[in-house]
Every structure is written in C-alpha cells, then in structure tokens.
C-alpha cells in the first residue's frame, strides 16, 4: 500500500547516520578522537551526577523544606527543558523535513510517505533531544539517590522522559509544517534562530534577577520559605512536563503514583505521533515545494566589506571580504553577538553583586585577587566558544564548494590566516570587557588589569590559531549548517585543548604575579614572558602544521 509503514524501510533511510558515524570512528584519523570524545562525555556525566548530588543533598538538609525544593526544582527542570525542547525541535524539523541536501534524492526512492515521515522523525528527535539525555539524566538519577528512591522512580524516567522527547518532536513538526507553508522555510528558520537566542538571553537575565546568591544567606532564609511559597503554583494541567512532573516526583518520595498523569503522558505521546502524521501527509507537499526558494545574494554590490578588508595583507583581502559577505548574510551566525552581549552584561552584575564588601584586610584583597585571576579564566571560555562559532568552522563553511578554493593559486596558510582575521576583534573585545572590566568592578590591582588586558589579546591570538587549525585537520564538509559543525567531537576536543591553553597561560600568569608580589621581579618577568610566549606559540605554529594537512582534503 502506498502510505504502509515499513519499518525496514525507516532502518535504510536512518542507515546513512550510522554508517556515516560508523566510517569516521574507523577511518584513522579520527578513530582516536570519537574515543576522546566518548571518555570526556562520561567525565561530564559524572562530574554533573557528583555536582547535582551535592547539590540536591544540600536541599535536602533543609528541615521541612528538603522535600519540597527537590520536587521544586525538578518541577523547574522539566518545565525548562521541555520548553527548550519543543522550540529547538521546530528549528531541527524544519531543516529535517523540509531543508536538508539529501531530500531530493529520498523523494525519489520507492518508499512510502509514512515510512519517509517517521524516518525523518525519528531523525528529528534524535538531532533535537540528545542533548537532554546528557544533561538531563544525571540530575534525574542524582535526585533519586540523594531521595533513596526505589525502583519504581527510575522506571518512571524511562517512561517519561522518551515520552516528552516524542510529544517535543511531534510540536516541532506540527508547528514547521505549518509555517513553511505559510512563510519562506529559510527565512523562517534564521527568525526561529534570533527568537531562540532572545529567549536564551531572556532567561539568563531573569535567572540574574531572581539573585541566587541570596540563598546562600542564612538571614534570609524567611524570605526563602516566602519564596518558596509564592512560587510553588503548579503547571498548567495540559502542559506535558506538568504531567512527567507529577508521575516523576510522586515516584521520587516513594508516594502513589498518579494514574491520570501517568496515561495523560502516554496518550499525550500517541496522539502527538498521530496529528504529526496528519499534519506532514497534508502539507509536506505544498511546504516542500516552497521551501525550494533560493536564498537572496545579499551585499554582494556593496563595497564596506572590501574597505574593511583593505586593512590586511594584500593576498588575504579577498577572502576576508568573502567571509565578511557570508557572515552577515546567515543571521543565525551574526546573532550570536547579541548573546554574548546579554551574557557578558549578566556577568558583570554577578560579580558587582558579590558581597566582598564584609571581607576587609588583607583576606579581603586575595580574595579579590583571586576572582580577578577567574576573570581571566571566564574571559578565556567565552574567547574559545567564539572560536568555536566562527572560526573553527571556516573551513566547514565551505562545503562543496570547497574544490573551488583548492583549486585557486593561493597559499594555504593564507587562506587560514585571512578566514580567521576578522574573527579575532570579537574575542578581544569580549574578553577585555570580561577579564578587565570584572576585574576593575572588584578594585583590583592597576597592574594586574595591565597584564590581563595583554594576557587576552595573546590569548585571542593563541585560540584563534587552534581553532582555525583543529578546523582545517578535521572539516566537515557535510555539515548541513555550521551548528552541526560547531557541536561536532572535533569541535568539543578544540575546546578541551583551548581551555588547556587558557589554563597553562593562567598558571604562568598566577606564578608570575606571586614572585612579584615578593619582590623578586626578574623570576616574575619571566614566567610573564614564558605566559605570553605559550599564546603565541598556539597561535603561530598549529595553523602552520594545518595548513600543510589542508591542502590534502577532498570533499569525503
């Protein structure tokens, strides 16, 4: 029958995945760096559960109201993720369903509609929800060992959790085929991105503006049962995590588990399977055939961005200027600077709202000394995830277009150095208002804020070097958007390596500044140097080493 289900159908459709996966673990060069991968994935799980646990079991202590802010807190926990959940799956269903390269040859196969759909589907919410299975099962298994939750907790997860996955993937699909039947499908997503990111930075703000740093105050701790009070208002009943809520944190304090939730969350999951179904057999069509619209060539007559160019080296202008031309025309790339905005602002409250005021003395100025250098190291993580965005993904960017630039008359290294020239000013200016500008919200020494300052325009150069350098050993010219290259295990080793370096400068620096708070400067130049040359170093010699390895890439 045309419309079957064929469930052979949906492995060979999700085969590529795995086989492509399955090739890259095996291929050489990148076998190693899937087994990093794997074992620094474990190390976070475990770091996570070890940190939730301590957490939770801090909540716990609290006579009377233990209990109920753990079930608090999960109440929050699955609201937010759901919530995330369902606007990430609108964004990855649109790309799955509608935007992906390889559409055009699956519509061609002999398969049915239905067993496209649930392939695309199953597709979907593995792309969207693998990130609340790393995240998201460490606090739920540290909240039921912190609680001496009994067997029937855990069982509740693996109903409840898959549950959201799949009522999350069925809004997202729903809601994607509407709009790209309504509105052009790329113009559609790139809106759905800078909606994302407002809200992202709309929930740091407000998590800023709640001041968790008060729960700290054990004065405050009538304020806190108030709190508490006040906002323990349940969900809506019809919103699918207040039902997981319900069934999970009656299954966490060992009471009955509620029924009516319990199959709300079950035929919530079927139901969603089914309209999904609805939705895409009537509008796959019509969504699929509007979807086709090019994309607009915009700035490509105006000439800012070869002026921004001409303050490079000659040979490296044009290819400035073409990387310029492509960031400003992809907003899901240029609006993560509004992001950064919002996050480097939300910092700079926290650390004015520190309470350093009731340390005095001596103890007082280490401690402030001490945060000082942490501004340093956030500076240096904030410095490597721009990295990551942009620069990291240079090469990526290309795609198959690629055999264009390798066949040109250019110099590899002239093609790295000129990709990541522009990325460079972002980094410095982020971390400068990070690292110096905290620093001086905590009166620290003048020449300390010197050598900050300094210590981020190397570190930008050092980053920039090992992000353009990783990204050109390991592209992936694949990627189907430069997000998916962004969260690749190349890109997480990067920023394992990146952070290595922002540590081994730090380390310099902290030694340097101890020998010349004792008087003895020669010894403190020189590890200052020795910090400053370990930056330089990164950004000099690894782009050198890429650019010989580039040259051999094809399009696999």
């Known amino acids: 029958m045309p419309n079957e289900l064929s469930l052979r159908g949906v492995a060979l459709l999700l085969s590529p995945r795995r086989l492509s996966l399955a090739n890259a673990i095996q291929r050489g060069e990148q076998r190693w760096l899937y087994i990093a991968f794997g074992i620094m994935a474990a190390l976070f799980w475990v770091g996570l559960f070890a940190l939730m646990t301590w957490m939770i079991q801090e909540f716990w202590l609290i006579s009377g109201l233990g209990p109920v ?263 899901s790339q240029w609006s993560q600077v509004f992001l950064l905005v919002g996050l480097c602002a939300v910092y700079l409250v926290s650390v004015q709202a520190l309470p350093l005021n009731a340390i005095r003395g001596q103890a007082g100025q280490l401690l402030r000394d001490i945060l000082t250098f942490l501004n340093l190291g956030m500076g240096g993580f904030v410095m490597a995830a721009i990295a990551g965005r942009f620069q990291f993904t240079a090469i990526s960017r290309e795609g198959k277009s690629w055999w264009v630039l390798r066949g040109a008359p250019v110099d590899p290294l002239v093609v790295l150095r000129a990709k990541s020239a522009f990325g460079i000013v972002p980094m410095i200016l982020v971390g400068e208002v990070v690292s110096v500008g905290g620093g001086i919200l905590l009166d620290a020494r003048p020449a300390m804020l010197v050598g900050e300052g300094i210590l981020v325009v190397v570190l930008a150069w050092g980053i920039s070097g090992l992000a353009i350098a990783m990204g050109a050993i390991w592209p992936d010219f694949n990627a189907e958007n430069t997000a998916r290259a962004a969260s690749s295990p190349a890109a997480v080793f990067f920023m394992v390596m990146a952070m290595a370096l922002v540590m081994g400068v730090m380390g310099l620096f902290v030694v340097g500044a101890f020998l010349a708070l004792k008087g003895w400067s020669v010894a403190a130049g020189l590890f200052c140097l020795a910090a400053v040359g370990l930056a330089l170093a990164a950004g000099h010699w690894p782009p050198r080493r890429a650019a010989v390895i580039l040259w051999d890439k094809g399009l696999a």
């Not at 369902?86 to 519509?107: C, G, K, P, Q, R």
């Open 69 to 331: 802010l753990a079930r608090k807190f999960l109440d929050i926990l699955l609201a937010a993720v759901f919530s995330m959940l369902a606007f990430s799956n609108v964004i990855t269903a649109m790309s799955v369903f509608y935007l992906s390269a390889d559409l055009e040859l699956i519509l061609a196969l002999p398969v049915s509609r239905t067993t496209f759909h649930y392939a695309r589907f199953l597709d979907s919410l593995v792309q969207a929800s693998w990130m609340m299975v790393l995240f998201g099962l460490p606090v739920f298994c540290a909240a039921g060992f912190v609680a001496n939750a009994g067997w029937t907790y855990y069982a509740t997860i693996a109903v409840a959790v898959p549950a959201l996955m799949v009522i999350a993937t069925c809004f997202g699909a729903i809601n994607a085929t509407l709009l790209v039947n309504v509105f052009p499908a790329h113009r559609t997503r790139d809106l759905l991105v800078l909606a994302a990111l407002g809200m992202l930075a709309a929930a740091f703000v407000f998590i800023r503006a709640l001041r968790p740093e008060q729960l700290a105050d054990a004065e405050r701790f009538q304020d806190l049962a108030a709190y508490m009070a006040t906002v323990n208002v349940p969900a809506p009943r019809l919103f699918p995590s207040r039902w997981a809520s319900e069934v999970m944190g009656s299954a966490l304090l060992n009471s009955p588990i509620p029924m009516l939730e319990l199959a709300l969350l079950i035929a919530g999951a079927g139901a969603g399977l089914a309209v999904a179904r609805w939705a895409t057999q009537r509008g796959f069509d019509g969504g699929w055939s509007l979807s086709q619209e090019a994309r607009a060539a915009r700035f490509h007559g105006t000439a800012l961005f070869d002026t921004l160019a001409s303050v490079l080296p000659k040979a490296w202008r044009p290819i400035a200027a073409k990387e310029l031309r492509v960031l400003a025309r992809d907003p």
